[in-house]
């Protein structure tokens, strides 16, 4: 289960939606998002940085 933090510092009503890359991705190195009907992969490379591709 896929866990939603808040950002700790400001107040809540401006506070953005924080999450887990390695939750997102789970098991394996990609994940599958979609944005109004466009599919992106988000990667996490051998040196720990994320790649967002179209």
Do not use: N
Request: no cysteine.
């Amino acid at each position: 289960m896929m866990t939603l933090r808040r950002s700790p510092a400001g107040d809540e009503a401006t506070a953005q939606p924080q999450y887990d890359a390695r939750e997102l991705i789970g098991d394996g190195q990609t994940a599958t998002i979609t944005l109004d009907g466009q599919i992106y992969t988000l990667r996490i490379t051998r040196m720990g940085k994320l790649i967002l591709t179209k």
